[in-house]
């Protein structure tokens, strides 16, 4: 009973039925049910975030898998027990640590004699790998492990269980990512299909949200509309739930342990932390959000004043001597002013061409190419552009991505490697960087934000025509 309940997002009374159930168990006792229980409650106070409580029901669970007699259910429970383990360290982030206890499962699961038995939980095994290999983005070895378990699962006949549901989903995420979109939504359907005849509500949330993103990046704006709202509400409604057992978990725990003062401390402040982190966490998300709107603003307002590729507001393109001579007088006797105009008048021109998107560019070699000394090069660029050379450089390279990102919207569909080379620069983190610091936010947040700009002018034609 727990078991379907808990798939309809109806924890409170999955636990509540759990718990009878472990009261039976140890009245008989009966040891195999015991460290499936164990388990169960594991994985279910893992998930509204009492880890502490979940983490004591998996050491109860291995002691009680010991207790059992026959060796076969023994090794299949401390199979369940190692994935349950696995799940807590993924949900804290260790994706190598998370497929290296899953491989210790699968060794117990291959000892099972029935083959109906041994099929089903390596199948369910390799789909919780293939998730890990997701967050470690290694496509491959994720897609390997969810066509594995598909082919187990048809072997003994679940083709609409909520596995087979979760693997279709998860390979459906994978080919949406590598932008195979025609056989991506093919799997998301069938994913979609299986979980809303089962309603399985916490597996649909993730469905909703793979679906949403494909049609977003088809511009679909309809369907994203729609699936987008189902994913947001399925969230809220799970959020909701999550919360609400959390608390009637929190005041049994109090009522049961009134006589441990210290526990019930640890439990009181670890509430209220999380109550307050979390509060936090929306603080400064929301903080965030105002910042990056409003830098997203300036910079799409910069843009419009733009020529040729040349930001005339920062100074960059061609421009008089300024007559102001305080700021580094000592260093004009280094040229005369007709040759500080011609430097001048050939950075114009490079800045108007696309010569700084070239990764191996240097001072020394652009010095060589304008036939000048580098040290009058770095004088002007430092006295007119207000920059180092690199510094100038960079902010040229995110000027013209930026334009690209704007006036070409395929280029949103890039990833951020191919967006770096692109523009010049040699790595990833390093474009990412000096993204960040010259637009106030990460590439990833500036396209999600122009995506977002793009599909509120398509809806408003849309309503319009």
Same mark, same amino acid.
């Given at each position: 009973?727990?078991?379907?309940?808990?798939?309809?997002?109806?924890?409170?009374?999955?636990?509540?039925?759990?718990?009878?159930?472990?009261?039976?168990?140890?009245?008989?006792?009966?040891?195999?049910?015991l460290a499936r229980i164990d388990g169960f409650l594991a994985s279910q106070y893992r998930l509204i975030g009492l880890k502490g409580l979940g983490e004591k029901y998996l050491d109860l669970g291995i002691e009680n898998a010991k207790k059992i007699e026959d060796k076969d259910i023994s090794d299949l429970y401390f199979g369940l027990v190692f994935q349950e383990k696995a799940q807590y360290a993924k949900s804290e982030k260790h994706y190598n640590k998370s497929i290296n206890i899953?491989?210790?499962?699968?060794?117990?699961?291959?000892?099972?004699?029935?083959?109906?038995?041994?099929?089903?939980?390596?199948?369910?095994?390799?789909?919780?790998?293939?998730?890990?290999?997701?967050?470690?983005?290694?496509?491959?070895?994720?897609?390997?492990?969810?066509?594995?378990?598909?082919?187990?699962? +048809?072997? &003994?006949?679940? /083709?609409?269980?909520?596995?087979? !549901? %979760?693997?279709?989903?998860?390979?459906?995420? @994978?080919? *949406?990512?590598?932008?195979?979109?025609?056989?991506?939504?093919?799997?998301?359907?069938?994913?979609l299909k299986i979980a809303e005849a089962g309603n399985y509500k916490v597996l649909l949330e993730h469905i909703y949200k793979n679906v949403s993103s494909f049609y977003k990046v088809t511009g679909d704006v309809v369907n994203y509309n729609l699936y987008y709202k189902k994913y947001l509400d399925q969230g809220e409604d799970l959020e909701k739930s999550k919360k609400e057992v959390l608390n009637i978990?929190? +005041?049994? &725990?109090?009522? /049961?342990?009134?006589?441990?003062? !210290? %526990?019930?401390?640890?439990?009181?402040?670890? @509430?209220? *932390?999380?109550?307050?982190?979390?509060l936090f966490f929306v603080f400064l998300t929301k903080?965030?959000?105002?910042?990056?709107?409003?830098?997203?603003?300036?910079?799409?307002?910069?843009?419009?004043?733009?020529?040729?590729?040349?930001?005339?507001?920062?100074?960059?393109?061609?421009?008089?001597?300024?007559?102001?001579?305080?700021?580094?007088?000592?260093?004009d006797h280094f040229m005369s002013e007709e040759t500080e105009q011609l430097i001048l008048q050939k950075l114009n021109k490079f800045e108007c061409g696309h010569g700084y998107t070239n990764s191996n560019?240097?001072?020394?070699?652009?010095?060589?190419?304008?036939?000048?000394?580098?040290?009058?090069?770095?004088?002007?660029?430092?006295?007119?552009?207000?920059?180092?050379?690199?510094?100038?450089?960079?902010?040229?390279?995110?000027?013209?991505?930026?334009?690209?990102?704007?006036s070409n919207p395929e280029y949103l569909n890039y990833k951020i490697s191919y967006l770096s080379s692109e523009c010049g620069f040699s790595s990833h983190s390093k474009f990412s960087a000096?993204?960040?610091?010259?637009?106030?936010?990460?590439?990833?947040?500036?396209?999600n934000k122009i995506s977002k700009e793009n599909n509120k002018l398509q809806e408003e034609n849309i309503i319009v025509k």
């Open positions: 009973m727990s078991d379907i309940l808990v798939k309809q997002a109806k924890r409170e009374e999955a636990i509540k039925i759990t718990l009878k159930a472990e009261k039976l168990a140890v009245s008989i006792p009966d040891y195999e049910w899953l491989k210790q499962a699968n060794k117990l699961f291959e000892k099972q004699k029935t083959a109906q038995k041994r099929k089903l939980f390596i199948g369910m095994n390799s789909v919780l790998m293939a998730e890990s290999f997701i967050d470690l983005k290694q496509n491959d070895s994720a897609l390997s492990h969810f066509n594995k378990s598909l082919k187990l699962f +048809n072997e &003994i006949g679940i /083709n609409n269980s909520e596995f087979v !549901s %979760q693997a279709f989903n998860g390979k459906g995420q @994978v080919l *949406l990512d590598e932008q195979k979109y025609d056989q991506a939504i093919v799997f998301l359907n069938k994913a978990e929190v +005041n049994r &725990i109090l009522k /049961n342990q009134e006589a441990n003062s !210290s %526990q019930l401390k640890t439990i009181i402040i670890g @509430v209220t *932390l999380l109550l307050l982190a979390s903080r965030n959000q105002i910042k990056e709107n409003k830098k997203f603003k300036e910079t799409i307002s910069n843009l419009k004043n733009q020529t040729n590729g040349v930001v005339l507001d920062r100074d960059l393109g061609l421009t008089k001597i300024e007559s102001s001579k305080n700021d580094c007088s000592h260093l560019i240097t001072l020394s070699k652009l010095s060589s190419e304008f036939r000048i000394n580098t040290k009058y090069l770095s004088y002007v660029i430092n006295k007119h552009k207000k920059k180092d050379f690199n510094n100038y450089i960079n902010e040229l390279r995110i000027c013209f991505i930026e334009k690209k990102l704007i000096v993204f960040k610091k010259e637009k106030g936010l990460s590439p990833s947040v500036f396209i």
